[in-house]
């Protein structure tokens, strides 16, 4: 009894340091220094929120479990070292059942807790809308992206990064970055399709990134709910000039959305763009030669 006396006194002051440590920290350290998130504004889209809280609190078990294991390390350096005078190998043991059962619980019960929670968070970020408000294809290519705005039938082409001659070393000019326009607070689905390699569509803040595989449409659903530009970039290496695969994602008003539209449609980009210049041609299917000719 009194030992858990001990104990309870012991951890007040501990409960009432971590409660004014964690009532201090700023949305950058709340969320573990993830992009996305700025004092006093909302979170990029309706995902970071959860995307930020599972990697947070993963990492707060994972720092737990790394001092507590380091603790033990040290303690076990300190207490069993080798004394002045001793000599010879310490008394060896073979188990400790307790030991053992502690050593196989605990990894277990972490392993099934992370899963649980990334499949409950997986299940929920997948999720495709049932009625989006706005539908867009986005087609990546060596090396830049296409974007298809299939409702309203307008497109966009885009051009890899180019180099600005007039501005410091290594600087692109941003005017001929591809720019995905979304209006704020739409459901939005993206069609995400690939012309020619595997490539990764990720926009930075939106802290989710998606593989676009050659011949499959991966989708992913959004609620933008910041307006602002984000940066975004191709996240799998697909070939030489990969690093200027980049692309911006403008979250503007519905207004400035349907300006931007119209804009599109007034420079002569109506209809859709395709896939008919994929180098995938040679995939076997109903349309493939079957023999040589003249044979």
Known sequence: ???????????????????????????????????????????????????????????????????????????????????????????QLRYNMPIEIFYTVVPLILVVGFFAFTARDQAEIEA????????????????????????EDVYSVGIQGQP??????????????????????????????????????????????????PGKTNYMSVIPERIGTYAGKCAELCGEYHSLMLFNVEVVSESDYDTYIDSLRAAGNDGQLGLEYERNQNLPGTSAPTEQEGN
């Open 164 to 213: 600005d001659v007039e501005g410091p070393a290594g600087s692109l000019v941003q005017s001929e970055i591809p720019t995905l326009v979304l209006p704020v607070g739409k459901k939005i689905e993206l069609a995400l399709d690939a012309r020619d390699v595997i490539h990764s569509f990720w926009v930075v803040d939106f802290l989710y990134k998606k593989d676009m595989i």
């Open 128 to 151: 495709r809308f049932d009625a989006p408000d706005v539908k867009i294809q986005v087609i990546g290519k060596q090396w830049a992206w296409d974007f298809n705005y299939i409702d």
């Open 1 to 91: 009894m009194r030992k858990n006396h001990r104990l309870r006194w012991a951890a007040i002051p501990i409960a009432a340091s971590l409660a004014i440590v964690l009532a201090g920290c700023s949305q950058a350290q709340l969320h573990g220094y993830l992009p996305g998130f700025v004092e006093g504004q909302p979170a990029v889209t309706n995902q970071t929120e959860r995307v930020a809280g599972l990697w947070t609190t993963s990492w707060i078990v994972l720092m737990i479990v790394g001092l507590i294991t380091w603790g033990l390390t040290i303690w076990a350096v300190v207490v069993y070292r080798r004394r002045k005078g001793q000599t010879g190998l310490p008394v």
